[in-house]
């Protein structure tokens, strides 16, 4: 079964299997001795604790060159065609953990372009202004403006084309048809879309004239891109970008990734009422019995619970809070009504904290923009 899921940075489907995901992207787990390294530079973030970032590419690398003095910008990004939900916001919590601790620059790109080839029913006005919706939610994770760069592919192309166009010419059709999935009804824009996503890889160096080492940061659904950027990145005079790969948060249905087109149903937004997240936290599947009765005599599963993984991905930081919450589910003391209560007061406490950021960083929006 596990074999038969699809992972690609347009398409995630069947039940994503994240071991055998290392060996078929060829990636390295994240093992104890760099967990021990990168302890030694801050506090280790929860999400590498519970191995939620669980994979890499030259991390041990950048830190080398770190510790010689040579610091890393990160990269991250968004495809604006929509609001922001939870899953989302997960891994840029991450990018600000590395922004913090490690003082680096932060490109943040914003892909109206390819949210408009890609998107049938979405107009380029509307996913650019989606952009600048979604930008506020980016900004309220309290990233820091002095270092933080957040542009739009559209109003940042004339700085990106050379080099969008000197990657274009490294990669070939069928490279993109093997990595991305695509065939001859794929639009020629979004076959040429990776060389954009390539350029910001390498905009640090470009802005500073020598070799910058890029820490991406990503779901690992978006490796393959970074894959083509690493095979053309030294013979166009730039480092292979590094990568951390989380896995993807699951949806309150229990599903493999929280998506936007999974349902309004099941997805909490960033933008989304007390009511509205209360209702959504309780509908969630759970791993809980048929009755009270029967989860007080047995306990119920975990490890199968979307509640239980929204603790664990972002909602309970305290290890030993989330270990009890585990236990007390498995040995039936806590029934799931009280579980979801329990989840929707963090998650609203954090949501109504966000609300309020995201209102004030349209007064600040201009600080972190560039454009051409
Ligand atoms: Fe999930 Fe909590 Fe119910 Fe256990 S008690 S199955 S963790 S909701």
């Known amino acids: 079964m596990t074999d038969e899921f699809v992972v690609t940075p347009y398409k995630v489907s069947g039940e994503v299997d994240y071991e055998v995901l290392i060996e078929r992207f060829g990636t390295k787990r994240i093992d104890e001795q760099l967990l021990a390294r990168l302890a030694k530079y801050g506090p280790l973030h929860p999400m590498l604790r519970r191995q939620i970032f669980y994979s890499h590419r030259d991390l041990d690398w950048v830190l080398d060159e770190y510790d010689?003095?040579?610091?890393?910008?990160?990269?991250?990004?968004?495809?604006?065609?929509?609001?922001?939900?939870?899953?989302?916001?997960?891994?840029?919590?991450?990018?600000?953990?590395?922004?913090?601790?490690f003082k680096a620059k932060l490109w943040f790109q914003l892909t109206d372009d390819e949210k408009f080839m890609f998107y049938d029913q979405l107009t380029l006005e509307e996913t650019k202004r989606w952009g600048y919706e979604n930008a506020l939610d980016i900004i309220a994770l309290g990233f820091d403006p002095k270092l933080t760069r957040l542009f739009l592919d559209t109003e940042y192309i004339k700085t990106m084309y050379?080099?969008?166009?000197?990657?274009?010419?490294?990669?070939?059709?069928?490279?993109?048809?093997?990595?991305?999935?695509?065939?001859?009804?794929?639009?020629?824009?979004?076959?040429?879309?990776t060389s954009i996503?390539?350029?910001?890889?390498?905009?640090?160096?470009?802005?500073?004239?020598?070799?910058?080492?890029?820490?991406?940061?990503?779901?690992?659904?978006?490796?393959?891109?970074?894959?083509?950027?690493?095979?053309?990145?030294?013979?166009?005079?730039?480092?292979?970008?590094?990568l951390l790969h989380a896995k993807l948060m699951p949806s309150l249905q229990g599903a493999n990734k929280?998506?936007?087109?999974?349902?309004?149903?099941?997805?909490?937004?960033?933008?989304?009422?007390?009511?509205?997240?209360?209702?959504?936290?309780?509908?969630?599947?759970?791993?809980?019995?048929?009755?009270?009765?029967?989860?007080?005599?047995?306990?119920?599963?975990?490890?199968?619970?979307?509640?239980?993984?929204?603790?664990?991905?972002?909602f309970e930081p305290d290890d030993k809070k989330l270990a009890?919450?585990?236990?007390?589910?498995?040995?039936?003391?806590?029934?799931?009504?009280?579980?979801?209560?329990?989840?929707?007061?963090?998650?609203?406490?954090?949501?109504?904290?966000?609300?309020?950021?995201?209102?004030?960083?349209k007064d600040v929006l201009e600080d972190f923009f560039v454009r051409d």
């Open 197 to 242: 996503q390539t350029v910001p890889c390498f905009l640090e160096s470009m802005e500073q004239k020598r070799k910058v080492p890029c820490l991406i940061p990503c779901g690992i659904d978006q490796d393959p891109h970074f894959r083509i950027t690493r095979d053309i990145a030294e013979g166009m005079g730039y480092y292979k970008p590094a």
């Open 162 to 193: 050379p080099t969008a166009i000197k990657a274009a010419k490294r990669i070939n059709f069928s490279t993109i048809r093997a990595v991305f999935g695509f065939d001859n009804q794929n639009n020629v824009g979004s076959i040429f879309f």
């Open 324 to 361: 009890k919450l585990y236990d007390d589910c498995r040995a039936g003391r806590i029934m799931c009504g009280e579980c979801k209560n329990l989840l929707f007061e963090k998650v609203w406490a954090f949501l109504e904290e966000h609300q309020r950021k995201r209102a004030k960083a």
């Open 68 to 101: 010689k003095g040579n610091r890393f910008s990160l990269y991250t990004g968004r495809g604006p065609s929509g609001p922001i939900h939870l899953g989302h916001m997960m891994p840029w919590a991450f990018a600000k953990y590395l922004q913090d601790t």
């Open 258 to 314: 929280m998506s936007t087109s999974s349902g309004n149903e099941t997805t909490i937004f960033t933008v989304d009422d007390r009511k509205t997240v209360k209702k959504k936290i309780g509908n969630a599947f759970t791993g809980g019995r048929v009755s009270v009765e029967e989860q007080k005599k047995l306990g119920g599963d975990p490890d199968v619970c979307s509640v239980h993984q929204y603790n664990t991905y972002f």
